[in-house]
């Protein structure tokens, strides 16, 4: 089983709450944070700006990636621009579409053609991949997200989309695959595996993290010992039923 020091996939820390951040900002195997607005509100956020600036003063170095909410793509733009000014390490996540299921290729060609680091989100399908990939500049470093863990919801396996994706982003070198979402700690060891250049996980994943290449037999006996020790501090018990009467 692989441990931790097997990986070259880099994880990213993916959230919303200040005080986990600047938990995971003391964690050198951090490589990158990602936040967006579902994110943000769970956390209760309700300024954006200021939320940014103070995460951006707790990490100044690796790469932030922060998201646009407008669904026109003209606000989008102005947005993206705003916030590529907020600091050298951030990247801009731009969706793939708006809710009108318009394609954001042009806006994304503008945006990186301005010298704007993005991160393109909530991509689901090879066919966005290449749309992607085709408006993208070969000069700026940029991110595509393909939220795999969701796409494993619908009974699909992620990885030979994953795979491809390596291979269609290959034409544009500064661009990077992420995979977004996942649902168990395996989803790094296939993430890593396939070649994937990035991986968000959430603080409570990221805890997980030491269960990596555990032996499996410890693991059962601790499994066993917790079912013991919860049923005795339950005080459940079993009485035997009275003896038929001869």
Sequence with gaps: MPVASDLTIKIFADGADLA???????????????????????????????????????????????????????EMEQQALEIASWGKNVYVKIPVTNTRQEFAGPLIRRLTNAGVMLNVTAVFTLEQVRGITENLSA????????????IADTGLDPVPLM??????????????????????????VQADACGCHIITMTNDMLSKLPLLGKDLGQYSLETVEMFYRDASAAGYRIERAAAAAA
């Design 20 to 74: 986990g951040i600047k938990i995971m900002a003391e964690k050198p195997w951090v490589k990158g944070f990602t936040t967006n607005p579902t994110l943000m509100r769970k956390a209760g956020i309700v300024d954006y700006k200021p939320f940014a600036l103070e995460v951006l003063a707790v990490e100044q170095e690796r790469p932030i990636s922060f998201e646009v909410f407008a669904d026109d793509f003209a």
């Design 139 to 150: 000069d700026v470093p940029a991110i595509v997200s393909i939220f795999a863990g969701r």
């Design 163 to 188: 795979a491809e994706s390596l291979q269609i982003i290959a034409s544009k070198p500064k661009t990077e695959l992420l995979w977004a979402s996942p649902r168990e700690l395996l989803n790094l």
